[in-house]
């Protein structure tokens, strides 16, 4: 298995386990946001907003900057990345232990076949 810093890869999925902080991310997938932006669609107060966008900053998934009193925030898709070749792992785990149901299956189907189905499954 890949090794990954269990500490940031904990972060990540703290901040993903929040829907509001999903969304949030997702819109910082087309361009940056300020944090009034990002706070707009939940009708949350920018100081709420701010520690929702802290919890994606200390995960490694947003950075912020600021211009004067606005803060605008950016997406950083380095960590996702990490966290979805954490999920590979897993992902091939399944992947090889359906494909072994399946062979199961195919050849319980063939022993219990009739001669007929097997002769045509033959051609």
Same mark, same amino acid.
């Given at each position: 298995?890949?090794?990954?810093?269990?500490?940031? !890869?904990?972060?990540?999925?703290?901040?993903?386990?929040?829907?509001?902080? *999903?969304?949030? %991310?997702?819109? $910082?997938?087309? /361009?940056?946001?300020?944090?009034?932006?990002?706070?707009?669609?939940?009708?949350?107060?920018?100081?709420?907003?701010?520690?929702?966008?802290?919890? !994606?900053?200390?995960?490694?998934?947003?950075?912020?900057?600021?211009?004067? *009193?606005?803060? %605008?925030?950016? $997406?950083?898709? /380095?960590?996702?990345?990490?966290?979805?070749?954490?999920?590979?792992?897993?992902?091939?785990?399944?992947?090889?232990?359906?494909?072994?149901?399946?062979?199961?299956?195919?050849?319980?189907?063939?022993?219990?076949?009739?001669?007929?189905?097997?002769?045509?499954?033959?051609?």
């Amino acid at each position: 298995m890949v090794e990954h810093d269990s500490s940031r !890869l904990d972060a990540v999925f703290h901040a993903l386990a929040d829907g509001t902080r *999903r969304r949030m %991310l997702r819109s $910082l997938g087309g /361009q940056p946001r300020s944090v009034g932006e990002l706070a707009a669609p939940f009708h949350i107060s920018l100081a709420a907003a701010s520690k929702h966008i802290k919890v !994606l900053e200390r995960a490694g998934l947003v950075t912020r900057q600021i211009r004067g *009193r606005t803060h %605008l925030c950016h $997406l950083q898709p /380095q960590a996702l990345a990490e966290g979805q070749a954490w999920l590979r792992h897993y992902e091939q785990f399944w992947n090889d232990r359906l494909d072994a149901l399946d062979a199961v299956l195919q050849a319980d189907t063939d022993t219990t076949a009739s001669p007929a189905t097997r002769r045509r499954k033959q051609s």
